[in-house]
């Protein structure tokens, strides 16, 4: 009865539903393998709001490179963890980071390198403020930074990705990403191979800077795509069966069972409504 499942065409078909299958449970573990990540990076975002801050050596290896170098990045596990440093901010090479977004308006985050004793510096993103008047993208008044040391807790967060270009207007960088290594290459000392996101400072900030909240990822959604490709490759298998089951019956002569409604209640013919 099912002897026409050998034939080529028959074994094509197979063929093509078993890769169309596997290449769907293939995209669903890959799915579900951002789940776990996305999940892992969210459980550091949760731990990082709750644990005491440590040393930043303690967290972020120091730079052992020249001026406009950056260190290595710190290990994934010591992203968001919660970190405190010393140091002086140069003002002179205040970094806006133009284009960011908080409670729904675009700004400016400010970045200020913060130089400790040994000569290195880090990155310290010190919040959002607004633009001046006349568009999202004219410069803003950025409050003056506190003079002597300042002792800045926040997160070790990486170094954003992507390749921005990074340009000097009236006296500050500017760009559109905080990409370390190439915000070092503008700075005139070594710096750390990741940035602070502030959340404490001593003396205290200035009022008119936002914190930047940390967005959590949304590993769900991935989870959601690994449901849905499971579910296709189920399907795929699924619906190979079933035309090959209605090939069989139509080849052996017994006809497909007619919907339960109609077989209930069977419509009458022309001469029976007579």
Known sequence: MYRFLLTPRWLGLLALALVAATVMVLLGNW?????????AVNERIDAGLRMAAVPLRDTLPAPTGGPGTAGPPPAQ???????????????????????????SRVGFEVVTPLVLADGTAVLVNRGWIPPAPGGAMAQPQVPPSPAGEVTVEGRVHASESGNARVARRDGRLESRRVSVPQLAGELPYPIHGAYVLLDEQTPAADPVFKAVPVGHANNW??????????????????????????????????????????????????QESR
């Open 31 to 39: 799915q579900l393998d951002r789940y776990h990540g996305r999940t």
């Open 77 to 103: 596990e010591r992203t968001f963890t919660r970190v405190t440093v010393t140091g002086r901010y140069d003002t002179d090479n205040i970094v806006l980071v133009r284009g960011r977004t908080v409670e």
């Open 221 to 270: 959604q991935n989870l959601g795509y690994v449901v849905q490709w499971w579910i296709f490759a189920a399907m795929t298998l699924v619906g190979y069966g079933w035309i090959a089951r209605r090939e069989a019956r139509q080849s052996s002569g017994t006809p497909d069972p007619l919907p339960r409604d109609l077989a209930a209640d069977p419509s009458p013919s022309p």
